[in-house]
């Protein structure tokens, strides 16, 4: 167990429709990082939260979203649904938002499918 | 959380023996390299990194080799065991940028 939680651990929805996705970091960890892991492309960056602020994008599209409370979840936000958003979406935490050593603990993952 | 479906390339071993996956990676920049190992039904869970200075770094059973004059990346598993199937991907990032690149990953089957 790393320490790291995410809710729900599946999904399943309709094209179109929205869905929001939690993570909860390990304890002490200030960062958070979001991806994406599809049949086609592996595991993707999408963005990253360091102390509430957004830190890093990656291959983040405009339909998503993030945010980092101040208790330090976070939260991905996916709209406008299409049927290639079906993945597994993985949350991560460090301890700091930059910097050598810096391991990542990574999530069970949410497993998203879109009908 | 397991590895969606991937079309992956697979490493099979007998138990006992000595198992070797490699990666490449494209971006000199790049300083900080990780293994990690994704099991069925779980997240990516770290094994070992290394440092861009440095060129060999063991644990417990694992090795990683870095070259950097060829942008290669091995992980070396000594006296493999079945608990050892995975999928593992190595992945790399640099002191400014924390987010990973991931690779493709390498699918190990240890046989009984």
Known sequence: DSGVTQTPKHLITATGQRVTLRCSPRSGDLSVYWYQQSLDQGLQFLIQYYNGEERAKGNILERFSAQQFPDLHSELNLSSLELGDSALYFCASSVAGSGIDNEQFFGPGTRLTVL | ?112
């Open chain 2, 1 to 112: 959380g397991e590895s969606v479906g991937l079309h992956l390339p697979t490493l099979s071993v007998q138990e006992g023996d000595n198992s070797i996956i490699n990666c490449a990676y494209s971006n000199s920049a790049s300083d900080y390299f990780i293994w990690y190992k994704q099991e069925s039904g779980k997240g990516p869970q770290f094994i070992i990194d290394i440092r861009s200075n440095m060129d060999k770094r063991q644990g417990q059973r694992v090795t990683v080799l870095l070259n950097k004059t060829v942008k290669h990346l091995s992980l070396q598993i000594a006296a493999t065991q079945p608990g050892d199937s995975a999928v593992y991907f190595c992945a790399e990032s640099n002191t400014g940028r924390r987010a990973l690149t991931f690779g493709s990953g390498t699918r190990l089957q240890v046989q009984p």
